[in-house]
């Protein structure tokens, strides 16, 4: 990577950076107004668009700053942000396929909203494709992804069986019954494979023509 590459690869981080935890902070501030500080922080990690988003954070955070702080370093190696923008694409995905037209948020939840499902993912895949380094990923980084969305499913289903509630319609054990989410969720795992692969494949091609 060139240096003036290097230079706006790390200003675009800061962009990324800049958007994303502004916006996970007003997402949680608005939540606080719903219930118990402690309970309403349960919650809101409990989204998948929350923990997508806060790994985009992570990663670009890691790059706009540099140095070498372990606990920086780790979330600039190339299969954590294959898995962010592959995790950042699927929010985005379903977000307008199936969840955008179930609710209509307004004011400062239209706001955190559209900059969760649309803004960040945009900013972030951007980044990863226009000025990032590729060729290290392999075709079995796609799988190894796939243990990112079934820790969340295995979270999901046993805290919905302690407080019956659940993030996404979809997910809804008490009004779908636990096949027809299963079903579900093998859908969406299929979906993180195709996109993964897809990524993995951009990656190498991407690599031979830099």
């Known amino acids: 990577m060139s240096p003036r590459v290097a230079a706006v690869s790390n200003l675009f ?3 990324v950076a800049a958007v994303a935890w502004p916006t996970l902070m007003l997402q949680y501030w608005l939540m606080l107004w719903s219930g118990p500080a402690l309970e309403v922080t349960l919650r809101f990690f409990s989204f998948f668009t929350i923990l997508s988003n806060l790994l985009v954070a992570l990663v670009a955070t890691s790059s706009a700053t540099g140095g070498g702080w372990a606990a920086l370093r780790i979330w600039r190696g190339p299969r954590v942000r294959g898995l962010a923008a592959l995790s950042i694409s699927v929010t985005c995905l379903i977000y307008a396929v199936l969840l955008q037209s179930l609710w209509h948020p307004m004011g400062p939840q239209l706001v955190a909203d559209r900059s969760l499902h649309y803004v ?7 980044w990863w494709l226009a000025l990032l380094p590729h060729g290290a ?3 079995r980084d796609a799988l190894r992804w796939l243990a990112f969305p079934l820790a969340f499913l295995i979270w999901t289903l046993g805290r919905g ?5 659940y993030p ?8 779908l ?14 979906l993180f494979l195709g996109l993964g692969l897809a990524l993995v494949a951009m990656d190498k091609a991407l690599a031979r023509h830099t």
């Open 168 to 175: 996404y319609p979809f997910m809804d054990v008490d009004h």
């Open 177 to 190: 019954g636990y096949v027809a989410v299963l079903l579900n969720s093998l859908l969406v795992g299929a």
């Open 137 to 139: 990923l392999v075709w």
């Open 13 to 15: 981080a800061i962009v």
């Open 161 to 165: 069986a302690v407080v019956h509630e």
């Open 120 to 126: 960040v993912p945009f900013l972030f895949v951007v």
